[in-house]
């Protein structure tokens, strides 16, 4: 065997090697960057950290995209505001831990979403897919799953007892109305009004007499008044909008790389534009100069004439 081709032999199960661990690779970052955002930071107070479905956790900042996928999770003194795309509006209170486990908002049938509040409390107005496809929307807690009407409402999710109330999830309704559900039963709870499950296995839902002193208010709660009947009043045109975007291939979140092109195509165009009309004036000066040139010639030639002429 030559020397070449001893070396192509050893080398080859490496390179195998090699191609396995950059396929084993490629589907983990494609599917990092298809991961489109579902929604935005708007507000950020104190402590807050994401963790991305295929990322390293890192501090959330106000502008900053999420996405399906993400875990969110704020610090003792922390509170997050996100503005997802259907418009819905979430504000996350300190010491709480949230999952987008699932969120489509592309203004059709299609659209749902699917959140879980793990632990602490938030405060949340429904947006276009709670509004028109109520039944593809779930918020979910350890124990309970709760299911919206056009709503503004807010929840809790307690490990252990807190200030003489049972570990469990307690749902209060501000405007609209909830449906608070487990495997053991459901219950509609109506604006003004409070639910509740324990967390103990096969716990019934039960509609509290009282609204409980358990859910937090926020240092930002001021954004709210009379947020819910703005938002309801813009969710119809926002969702055509987006629909029509969609249909015509326009998306706000991605780069118009078609106005790009044409940008640089004009730009181009401009240029040669620019160029020609150089050349053009280039010509009309040479022309000029020609014309001068004759014209001297004419004028020499007529002396020279008169000079040479009998008397």
Do not use: C
Request: glycine share 10%.
């Amino acid at each position: 065997m030559s020397l070449a081709a001893s070396l192509r032999a050893s080398l080859l199960p490496r390179s195998i090697a090699g191609a396995l661990l950059l396929a084993a690779f490629l589907p983990l970052s494609a599917l990092a960057q298809s991961l489109a955002p579902v929604g935005t930071a708007v507000l950020v107070e104190g402590t807050v950290t994401i963790q991305p479905a295929f990322a390293a956790a890192h501090a959330l900042r106000q502008g900053d995209k999420v996405a399906e996928g993400d875990e969110i999770l704020t610090g003792p003194a922390g509170e997050v505001h996100l503005e997802m795309n259907d418009k819905a509006y979430v504000a996350l209170r300190p010491g709480s831990r949230f999952r987008i486990a699932a969120y489509r908002a592309e203004g059709d049938d299609g659209d749902h979403a699917a959140l879980t509040l793990l632990k602490g409390a938030l405060r949340t107005i429904s947006g276009w897919v709670g509004h028109y496809n109520r039944k593809n929307y779930t918020l979910n807690t350890p124990t309970a799953t709760i299911g919206i009407r056009g709503t503004d409402h807010e929840l809790v999710v307690t490990e252990e007892n807190s200030a003489g109330n049972a570990a469990g999830s307690y749902e209060h309704v501000i405007q609209g109305a909830t449906t608070m559900r487990d495997t053991a039963g459901s219950i509609d709870i109506d604006a003004g009004a409070a639910g509740f499950i324990a967390s103990r296995a096969n716990s019934a839902p039960t509609l509290l007499s009282a609204v409980p002193d358990i859910f937090p208010k926020g240092k930002h709660d001021e954004v709210f008044t009379g947020l819910h009947d703005k938002i309801q009043g813009e969710l119809a045109a926002a969702r055509d909008a987006k629909r029509n975007g969609a249909k015509n291939g326009v998306d706000k979140d991605k780069p118009d790389t078609d106005k790009d092109k044409q940008s640089d195509a004009k730009g181009d165009s401009d240029k040669g534009d620019s160029a020609k009309g150089e050349t053009a004036k280039g010509d009309s000066a040479k022309g000029d100069d020609k014309d001068d040139s004759d014209d001297t010639r004419r004028d020499n030639i007529k002396k020279k004439a008169r000079r040479t002429k009998p008397q």
